[in-house]
RNA sequence: UGCCUGAUGGUGUAACGGUAGCACAACUGUUUUUGGUGCAGUUUGUCUUGGUUCGAAUCCAGGUCAGGCAACCA
């Protein structure tokens, strides 16, 4: 059974520039700017720059497109390189944008010696008014006439400081009645003091975007340089100043940026969250950022597995949260160590129960024959969920209720025999016997029961406190819905609990992933200490029973 | 009124002139010491109008809708 994965567009024209002799390997870039952290959208891109390679037998540059100083900061690219890793993959060198500055001034003095640039006094909004509209021709001013002598000398004197910020930029001289508005005289420099992150105060003058990513890749030499929709118009830009240039010809290619459900995926949405306090910080583990979802508990398979998933094509999307989830559950539920976890607790008694106490064994992982077990302590008063038990149970409760049985998990099967309340009428605690004859593994009782129930020991339970997060926002579609993206944040996103849990889990590394029993996936907060232990909830598990109740 | 992209079930994504498939979601049933997992199954789709063709999601023409393009941001 060959099952042939079919190719998307980018490994189509990959599979045929190879076949075809143009490339005999290939080398693709992933560009990010360092001034914020990653995010999923950023994985999208990662997965398919370095899988790109993978797949073809290439390589991936890893490369900071630090050319506004005023945004960029040491700290983003710190972030951005431990992010990539952890999601698993290696870049071949590791570039940035400002190593070319000296190169790219070059570039920029030859197409002024060739005519193809000049040094214009304008102020940004004179060029904004003199690009015209998409639907309107721009028009010129005495500086595209300036000559290249002047024009170098001009480029120079910026260069070397002469003049203030803002007060004179380098244009490229193309066509300012371009049906493409990126192609009306586009700005290539303009001077700007502030400190850069590498280059310190060398420079005043910073090339834009659109001269400085093109180039850096035909430096790299780069086959496939690949980036979102947006800069689809940027493409003839691309393309004509690596023509007028004669350099090494890198090619662009663009695909669909990601959306999700309930969540945003702009920087400047994200950094608002933040600054605004509507979340901690940006690995706040609701945030969609590649250090939130790493703190969440989400695994780098995970996250890798949904990126394959969802594809790479040209029409925009807006991907269900709920595939996350599966590839996340998908991942966990075969690597999760599980462990018993009581939050909103009531007492059992097990009245018949004389020994007190007995050391039982429960498997840490039923998906992994070799996972082994861990001793669980039982005795006669446990801790069980408030929702396991029901005064009047309805027909298709399968829990406790008086006079009904269940099995507690790894240990006996009981019958409920009565309960007590307390004075506001609540439930306090549930009497119950059990069954010497059923326990796990040594059933000879020949009963079966419908439920089973987690419980923690009392005596032994250990207190943790659990974060149990929901989406970030209540609407779906939040390109689409009204008014500021704040207005939807969903208030109960997080729920902060006290819970009892079984001992093993004060013994437990930090970095293992846990199931709790019927409640869902948990990791260790990046806050969680030996006595305060903090468990952060990847992801529910799948809930039929909630399912049936709503209906 | 310009230019550039795109349009396949609820959501993604295949089919490259020849059976509209796969995944998630939803819904059944079944198994189960997690109402989890596993297994089996069901439902839902080619934007529109013409044309070419024995045959069109695919090619051609017109239309419609959606997104992008006028930062000294990337």
């Known amino acids: 059974m060959s099952e042939e994965k079919s190719l998307n567009f980018i490994e189509e024209i990959i599979s045929q520039d190879l076949a075809s002799g143009k490339y005999e390997s290939i080398l693709t870039r992933f560009p990010p700017e360092p001034n914020g952290y990653l995010h999923i959208g950023h994985a999208k891109s990662i997965c398919l720059n370095f899988g790109l390679a993978k797949h073809f037998g290439g390589k991936t540059n890893l490369r900071f497109d630090d ?25 071949a060198k590791e570039c940035y944008a400002s190593d070319y500055f000296d190169q790219l001034y070059a570039f920029a003095i030859k197409l002024i010696e060739k005519g193809l640039a000049y040094v214009d006094d304008s102020t940004a909004e004179e060029i904004a008014q003199q690009k015209g509209t998409p639907t309107v021709p721009g028009t010129g001013n005495a500086f595209r006439n300036r000559s290249v002598a002047e024009n170098l000398e001009l480029f120079a004197a910026m260069k070397a400081g002469k003049f203030a910020d803002g007060e004179k930029v380098l244009r490229a001289k193309i066509d300012l009645a371009s049906p493409n508005m990126h192609m009306r005289d586009p700005l290539l420099y303009r001077i700007k003091r502030a400190h850069h992150h590498r280059t310190g105060d060398t420079w005043c003058i910073y090339p834009m975007y659109d001269f400085a990513h093109g180039q850096s890749d035909s430096i790299e030499n780069i086959t496939h340089s690949i980036c979102t929709l947006e800069f689809i118009p940027h493409r003839t830009l691309y393309d004509w100043c690596i023509e007028q240039l004669a350099i090494y010809p890198s090619h662009q290619y663009e695909f669909a940026r990601l959306n999700m459900t309930y969540t945003v995926m702009s920087k400047r949405k994200l950094l608002q969250l933040v600054e605004e306090g509507y979340v901690t910080s940006w690995d706040d583990p609701r945030m969609p950022t590649i250090s939130g979802m790493r703190r969440r508990g989400y695994t780098p398979e995970s996250i890798r597995d949904f990126c394959d998933r969802i594809g790479i094509a040209k029409r925009e999307n807006i991907i269900d949260f709920s595939l996350l989830e599966f590839c996340v559950r998908e991942h966990l539920n075969k690597v999760a160590q599980r462990r018993m976890v009581v939050t909103n607790p009531i007492k059992l008694v097990i009245t018949n129960f004389e020994k007190g106490e007995e050391i039982l064994h429960s498997e840490n992982n039923p998906e992994d024959p070799n996972g082994g077990t861990r001793e669980v302590p039982f005795s006669n008063e446990l801790w069980i969920e408030r929702e396991d038990f029901m005064e009047a149970p309805t027909k ?40 010497p004859q059923s326990k796990s593994g040594q059933d000879t009782s020949g009963i079966h029961v419908k439920g089973t129930l987690h419980w923690v020991s009392a005596k032994h339970a ?41 001992p093993a889990l004060a013994s437990d590394v930090l970095e293992a992933r846990f199931q709790f029993l019927r409640k869902g996936y948990f990791f260790q907060d990046t806050k969680s200490t030996k006595d305060n232990l903090i468990f952060n909830r990847t992801v529910g598990l799948k809930d039929a029973w909630a399912k049936e109740q709503k209906k």
Do not use: H, M, Q
């Open 67 to 91: 050319t506004n100083p005023a945004k960029e900061d040491i700290e983003y690219v710190d972030s951005i390189k431990a992010d990539v890793k952890w999601l698993g993959f290696e870049w």
């Open 396 to 435: 298709k409760y399968f829990r406790l209720g008086p006079g009904l049985s269940v099995r507690l998990k790894s240990a006996y099967i009981i019958t409920c025999e009565s309960f007590e309340k307390d004075e506001a009428g609540n439930i306090k605690t549930v009497f119950a016997s059990y069954n």
């Open 462 to 502: 250990i207190p943790v406190t659990l974060n149990e997060y929901d989406r970030l926002f209540n609407v779906a579609d939040l390109s689409s819905a009204d008014g500021d993206f704040k207005d939807y944040i969903n208030p109960n996103s997080l729920n902060v609990v006290k819970a009892y849990a079984e």
